[in-house]
Nanobody
Framework: QVQPVESGGGLVQAGGSLRLSCAASGRTFSSYAMGWFRQAPGKERGFVAGITWSGSSTYYADSVKGRFTISRDNAKNTVYLQMNRLKPEDTAVYYC???????????WGQGTQVTVSS
């Protein structure tokens, strides 16, 4: 089972960048596809980006395509989310999880808050 710990969030102005990290415990981390999700106040948690176990394939929600990049380092059991050209509507708590396609199946961490000011 993968237990994630997210970090890297903060307050940034619109147009700025942030890099999120997800350190995941578990010896089988490199066997799992991983994904990032986000939840804004009053909204359901939704899929943002995913990456296959090898890192050879990535996929994104339409709302972040071309602005966000997901990557992973299996030697460090870590998944990253590089977020560029941030918009106020990107404000949310960001989480990572093991995924099948765009569906999470593992444990949730505490998340990391991203706030984008206009």
């Amino acid at each position: 089972q993968v237990q994630p710990v997210e970090s890297g969030g903060g307050l940034v102005q619109a147009g700025g960048s942030l890099r999120l990290s997800c350190a995941a415990s578990g010896r089988t981390f490199s066997s799992y596809a991983m994904g990032w999700f986000r939840q804004a106040p009053g909204k359901e948690r939704g899929f943002v980006a995913g990456i296959t176990w090898s890192g050879s394939s990535t996929y994104y929600a339409d709302s972040v395509k071309g602005r966000f990049t997901i990557s992973r380092d299996n030697a460090k059991n870590t998944v990253y989310l590089q977020m560029n050209r941030l918009k106020p509507e990107d404000t949310a708590v960001y989480y990572c999880n093991a995924v099948v396609g765009t569906s999470p199946w593992g444990s949730w961490g505490q998340g990391t808050q991203v706030t984008v000011s206009s």
